[in-house]
């Protein structure tokens, strides 16, 4: 069962690669990048809609909403355009991954954002 979910999880991980490769295809549809845009900063966000520290059902929005995003992204994407973004994707799956610092200073910028932001809220209001 242990193998079967890891799996599932690399499956699902890359499949989000084919989903950022396809968003960024000519040929994709508007309406398909906006599901795919909404399905991956979903799936990238640190902040679920349900925390995950909530048993069974934190981790529920996870394996629902992302294998259903990616579904409808797929359903949406012409299958030429994505069985074109599946071969880069596997392309790149054998080549090593450059490494990219910006998600981590976004992140990072964001939670300092949010900090000093209660603080000044804290501190108004006193």
Do not use: Q
Not at 11 to 18: M, Y
Not at 42 to 48: E, G, K, R, S, T
Not at 64 to 84: C, R, Y
């Amino acid at each position: 069962m242990r193998e079967k979910l890891r799996e599932w999880a690399r499956a699902l991980k890359s499949r989000c690669v084919v989903l950022m490769l396809a968003m960024k295809h000519p040929r994709t549809p508007w309406y398909a990048k906006g599901v795919g845009a909404l399905t991956l900063l979903y799936a990238l966000a640190p902040i679920d809609l349900i925390p995950d520290f909530i048993p069974v059902i934190g981790y529920l929005d996870d394996f629902v909403l992302v294998p259903a995003g990616l579904w409808v992204t797929i359903k949406l994407v012409p299958n030429d355009v994505w069985a074109e973004c599946e071969a880069e994707a596997a392309r790149r799956e054998l080549e090593k991954p450059p490494k990219d610092w910006r998600g981590v200073i976004l992140i990072v910028f964001l939670w300092i954002a949010l900090a000093v932001l209660g603080y000044w809220l804290i501190m108004m209001s006193f």
